[in-house]
């Protein structure tokens, strides 16, 4: 066993993707800008909730555990909201990957846009594929610092607009956004942005697709979620092959569509060849079909030699026939069932979203003791009431039993039984139902009842069941 | 190297040369950053136990360069919890707990305050729900034995019941009656007792236990029972039971007496503790 191997470790390949430029680049140009946007301005936006409320419209305020989004308003113990969104997030990934492969790795990926805007930066200061490979290459000189420097601060800027936009979501905006400029804001407001100032800087500039292939688990997962009808990009080798440069000699007739170009292989920015098959690496950007498809042109020979195709058309198109409709493979049983199963917690979401009041309570009744005997004879139970006030203003509660049962109740340190609950806040109150000596539930195991809360303002009204707990003579 | 490269004909794949039954063992190396990552986190690793505390010696761990310490952290977060309500244990100190409303923030504090002292002083005998037990007056109810207004409950914490640890104590003893009644007496000023709460008493034995009690309990318990809060003789015309409402209970009252005896917690605690605990009691459901 003398026989090693070269290196069990090996360095990054770099890559130079070539620009191009056609229907999947300018889509990939429009998603750019509206997530990036959305990224970037959202924290901006103002959403007037009163006086005492603040007036971000999409805020997630950790220090007053509360999380705003425009009209709506969750509080801690609503979060399965935000575990229900992640379920549909999780969801509606599973649901594209199996009707549009890795769409999502493709176009929406922080990784990938970002990157994308990096590679844009890079072009621009540096020239084409062409132009950089030779920089790359050549001896560092004053004109490469000059050129690498001026790039990397570029990128810099853009990794410090993208970190101290995400802290910009958990305290107000315009605010924090003074604190920052005048070196005033707190520590961990700093060390955030520092830290997805680096994450975006490496990930962007250097990591790149190392990322994609080594970092994230998501690549290993999609197989799970394609199959044979699952649109995909891919190459139509049976058009295609055999590959050869087109000359005028007899033997051209023999040879298929491709070229051999490799103008797929120029602009990937994975660095991979796509006519090789479906690879791990292959996030799907479609830069590809862009490239083959403006050469196709130039020579004379029809679009999609590379195209989002469904691999369960092949046997069709060897065969010369047309290949199915798209929908055809979009809609099948797996893609029902993910959108059905989607929908189906985000009515159940919606639903919880419109009954949800704006005046709650829960009740724990307490139970030690279960009951305390009066000196009159008659029970007492206690119970503590957590009310909440999730209007913006402070409102006065009154606490009251159903008509329909024969017990008293009383408010701990307050003779009517009125409450008042600050603005958008709750409050634990004990309260004490009693049975008279003579009453059934004075001497019953457990009686039903109810308990409601009134806004005495607005009328609205809340309620929770519980039990009472009486005196069992033996 | 290179000469020696070996590429597997199936995939392409350069193999690292070991073989095992004719199969052989791809190399698709590992990229060289995270072999660089892995050094680093050992690096890290290393920083972190020079700098914080991490290697077990015979008597503790290494402290870290950086002095960081749990215990250090806690006592300086208490340090820092009684700091930001310094100015609401003088508030409580200060306050006339009488006229306390309790909407009051003070009074919030005293109740959450006492809330804990009470856990960690008084629920060994009353009950970690204040419910107490046989000989421990449960708190929760409206029967007072020294009275239940605010100022009653803190001098009883204040002082305690008959300890002789506080000249100022709340006292009374109750005699054993044993010796000095004969047992058909004792019999009767049972049932007499029980009648004060109960219609299942015998009437005719009540009527004699009735001239008893007149002559024998009235001084403290009251002609008709209800007790004075003076001396801590309970009601005995309610439903509540400090040592039990039986007969047999009952019986062994009168012949030997009681003598419940609680600490003077203004000993112990410090005034505003005192305070906040009572506080808590008289929010707990009977306080008048």
């Given at each position: 066993?003398?026989?090693?191997?070269?290196?069990?470790?090996a360095?990054?390949?770099?890559?130079?993707?070539?620009?191009?430029?056609?229907?999947?680049?300018?889509?990939?140009?429009?998603?750019?800008?509206?997530?990036?946007?959305?990224?970037?301005?959202?924290?901006?936006?103002?959403?007037?909730?009163?006086p005492?409320?603040?007036?971000?419209?999409?805020?997630?305020?950790?220090?007053?555990?509360?999380?705003?989004?425009?009209?709506?308003?969750?509080?801690?113990h609503?979060?399965?909201?935000?575990?229900?969104?992640?379920?549909?997030?999780?969801?509606?990934?599973?649901?594209?990957?199996?009707?549009?492969?890795?769409?999502?790795?493709?176009?929406?990926?922080?990784?990938?846009v970002?990157?994308?805007?990096?590679?844009?930066?890079?072009?621009?200061?540096?020239g084409?594929?062409?132009?950089?490979?030779?920089?790359?290459?050549?001896?560092?000189?004053l004109?490469?610092?000059?050129?690498?420097?001026?790039?990397?601060?570029?990128?810099?800027?853009?990794?410090?607009?993208?970190?101290?936009?995400?802290?910009?979501?958990?305290t107000?905006?315009?605010?924090?956004?003074?604190d920052?400029?005048?070196?005033?804001?707190?520590?961990?407001?700093?060390?955030?942005?520092a830290?997805?100032?680096?994450?975006t800087?490496?990930?962007?500039?250097?990591?790149?697709?190392?990322?994609?292939?080594?970092?994230c688990?998501?690549?290993?997962?999609?197989?799970?979620?394609?199959?044979?009808?699952?649109?995909?990009?891919?190459?139509?080798?049976?058009?295609?092959e055999?590959?050869?440069?087109?000359?005028?000699?007899?033997?051209?007739?023999?040879?298929?569509?491709?070229?051999?170009?490799?103008?797929?292989?120029?602009?990937?920015?994975?660095?991979?060849?796509?006519?090789?098959?479906?690879?791990?690496?292959?996030?799907?950007?479609?830069?590809?079909?862009?490239?083959?498809?403006d050469?196709?042109?130039?020579?004379?020979k029809?679009?999609g030699?590379?195209?989002?195709?469904?691999?369960?058309?092949?046997?069709?198109?060897?065969?010369?026939?047309?290949?199915?409709?798209?929908?055809?493979?979009?809609?099948?049983?797996?893609?029902?069932?993910?959108?059905?199963?989607?929908?189906?917690?985000?009515?159940?979401?919606?639903?919880?979203?419109f009954?949800?009041?704006?005046?709650?309570?829960?009740?724990?009744?307490?139970?030690?003791p279960?009951?305390?005997?009066?000196?009159?004879?008659?029970?007492?139970?206690?119970?503590?009431?957590?009310?909440?006030?999730?209007?913006?203003?402070a409102?006065?509660?009154?606490?009251?039993?159903g008509?329909?049962?024969?017990?008293?109740?009383?408010?701990?340190?307050?003779?009517?039984?009125?409450?008042?609950?600050?603005?958008?806040?709750?409050?634990?109150?004990?309260?004490?139902?009693?049975?008279?000596?003579?009453a059934?539930?004075?001497?019953?195991?457990v009686?039903?009842l109810?308990?409601?809360?009134e806004?005495?303002?607005?009328?609205?009204?809340?309620?929770?069941?519980?039990?009472?707990?009486?005196?069992?003579?033996? | 190297?290179?000469?020696?490269?070996?590429?597997?004909d199936?995939?392409?794949?350069?193999?690292?040369?070991?073989?095992?039954?004719?199969?052989?063992?791809?190399?698709?190396?590992?990229?060289?950053?995270?072999?660089?990552?892995?050094?680093?986190?050992?690096?890290?690793?290393?920083?972190?136990?020079?700098?914080?505390?991490?290697?077990?010696?015979?008597?503790?761990?290494t402290?870290?360069?950086?002095?960081?310490?749990?215990?250090?952290?806690?006592?300086?977060d208490?340090e820092?919890?009684?700091?930001?309500?310094?100015?609401?244990?003088?508030g409580?100190?200060?306050?006339?707990?009488?006229?306390?409303?309790?909407?009051?923030?003070?009074?919030?504090?005293?109740?959450?305050?006492?809330?804990?002292?009470?856990r960690?002083?008084?629920?060994?005998?009353?009950?970690?729900?204040?419910?107490?037990?046989?000989?421990?007056?449960?708190?929760?109810?409206d029967?007072?034995?020294?009275g239940?207004?605010?100022?009653?409950i803190?001098?009883?914490?204040?002082?305690?019941?008959?300890?002789?640890?506080?000249?100022?104590?709340?006292?009374?003893?109750?005699?054993?009656?044993?010796?000095?009644?004969?047992?058909?007496?004792?019999?009767?000023?049972?049932?007499?007792?029980?009648?004060l709460?109960?219609?299942?008493?015998?009437?005719?034995?009540?009527?004699?236990?009735?001239?008893?009690?007149?002559?024998?309990?009235?001084?403290?318990?009251?002609?008709?029972?209800?007790?004075?809060?003076?001396?801590?003789?309970?009601?005995?015309?309610?439903?509540?039971w400090?040592?039990?409402?039986?007969?047999?209970?009952?019986?062994?009252?009168?012949?030997?007496?009681r003598?419940g005896?609680?600490?003077?917690?203004?000993?112990?605690?410090?005034?505003?503790?005192?305070?906040?605990?009572?506080?808590?009691?008289?929010?707990?459901?009977?306080?008048?």
């Open positions: 066993m003398t026989d090693q191997p070269a290196s069990l470790y360095a990054r390949v770099p890559i130079f993707p070539k620009r191009v430029s056609g229907t999947f680049r300018r889509l990939k140009w429009g998603i750019m800008l509206v997530t990036l946007g959305i990224y970037y301005l959202t924290p901006w936006i103002r959403w007037d909730r009163g005492n409320l603040p007036d971000q419209a999409v805020l997630v305020d950790i220090a007053h555990s509360r999380f705003y989004f425009f009209w709506i308003e969750i509080w801690p609503e979060f399965y909201f935000v575990a229900g969104l992640l379920i549909m997030a999780g969801l509606g990934l599973f649901l594209f990957t199996s009707a549009l492969g890795r769409v999502w790795c493709g176009y929406t990926c922080p990784q990938t970002w990157t994308d805007l990096f590679i844009l930066v890079e072009r621009w200061i540096e084409d594929r062409n132009a950089r490979i030779r920089l790359h290459n050549a001896a560092w000189d004109r490469k610092a000059r050129l690498r420097l001026f790039k990397w601060a570029v990128w810099l800027l853009i990794a410090m607009a993208t970190g101290g936009a995400w802290v910009f979501y958990f107000d905006a315009p605010t924090l956004a003074r920052l400029l005048t070196a005033s804001a707190d520590p961990i407001a700093y060390t955030t942005i830290i997805l100032t680096a994450t800087f490496v990930f962007g500039g250097f990591m790149r697709e190392q990322v994609c292939i080594y970092m688990p998501w690549p290993r997962i999609q197989a799970a979620m394609m199959d044979p009808d699952t649109i995909t990009v891919a190459y139509r080798d049976w058009r295609g055999p590959r050869g440069k087109h000359r005028k000699s007899a033997q051209s007739d023999q040879l298929g569509d491709c070229i051999d170009c490799n103008a797929c292989v120029a602009v990937c920015p994975m660095g991979i060849d796509i006519r090789d098959g479906q690879q791990m690496e292959c996030i799907t950007c479609a830069l590809c079909i862009d490239a083959c498809d050469i196709m042109a130039k020579v004379g029809p679009r030699l590379i195209d989002y195709l469904a691999l369960s058309d092949e046997p069709a198109e060897r065969a010369g026939q047309p290949p199915r409709p798209v929908w055809q493979h979009i809609y099948r049983l797996r893609t029902i069932a993910y959108t059905a199963l989607w929908g189906a917690i985000g009515v159940g979401m919606l639903y919880a979203l009954i949800r009041s704006d005046i709650d309570l829960t009740v724990a009744p307490l139970r030690n279960t009951f305390v005997v009066q000196s009159d004879g008659s029970v007492r139970n206690i119970y503590d009431v957590r009310l909440r006030n999730k209007l913006g203003e409102r006065v509660f009154r606490l009251s039993l008509a329909e049962t024969d017990l008293d109740i009383a408010v701990e340190g307050s003779p009517a039984q009125d409450i008042e609950i600050d603005a958008d806040s709750t409050r634990l109150q004990r309260i004490y139902i009693t049975a008279e000596p003579g059934p539930a004075a001497s019953q195991d009686t039903e109810r308990l409601w809360v806004d005495l303002a607005s009328g609205a009204r809340a309620s929770r069941a519980t039990t009472f707990n009486g005196r069992v003579q033996p | 190297m290179s000469d020696h490269k070996k590429i597997d199936a995939t392409g794949v350069e193999t690292t040369g070991h073989s095992w039954d004719g199969i052989e063992e791809l190399n698709n190396p590992l990229p060289r950053w995270w072999l660089w990552t892995f050094y680093l986190t050992i690096i890290w690793g290393i920083g972190y136990t020079i700098a914080y505390p991490a290697w077990p010696m015979i008597s503790g761990a402290g870290g360069v950086l002095g960081w310490s749990t215990r250090a952290n806690v006592a300086a208490i820092a919890h009684e700091a930001r309500n310094a100015d609401l244990a003088i409580l100190v200060e306050a006339d707990l009488a006229v306390m409303s309790s909407s009051d923030d003070l009074h919030r504090y005293g109740v959450a305050r006492g809330a804990a002292v009470f960690a002083q008084c629920s060994q005998c009353h009950g970690s729900g204040a419910a107490g037990a046989r000989g421990y007056p449960n708190l929760l109810d029967d007072w034995l020294w239940g207004a605010m100022d009653d803190a001098y009883s914490v204040r002082h305690g019941i008959r300890n002789d640890t506080d000249i100022d104590a709340r006292y009374s003893e109750m005699p054993a009656f044993d010796e000095m009644l004969s047992d058909g007496e004792i019999e009767a000023v049972v049932e007499y007792v029980v009648s709460s109960s219609a299942e008493a015998d009437s005719a034995l009540a009527a004699t236990g009735g001239e008893v009690f007149a002559a024998q309990c009235a001084a403290c318990h009251m002609e008709d029972g209800s007790g004075d809060r003076g001396l801590g003789a309970p009601n005995l015309g309610d439903a509540i400090l040592y039990g409402g039986d007969r047999a209970a009952l019986e062994e009252t009168v012949r030997y007496a003598f005896v609680m600490p003077a917690w203004g000993q112990r605690l410090s005034e505003a503790d005192v305070r906040a605990v009572s506080v808590y009691v008289h929010a707990l459901g009977g306080g008048e």
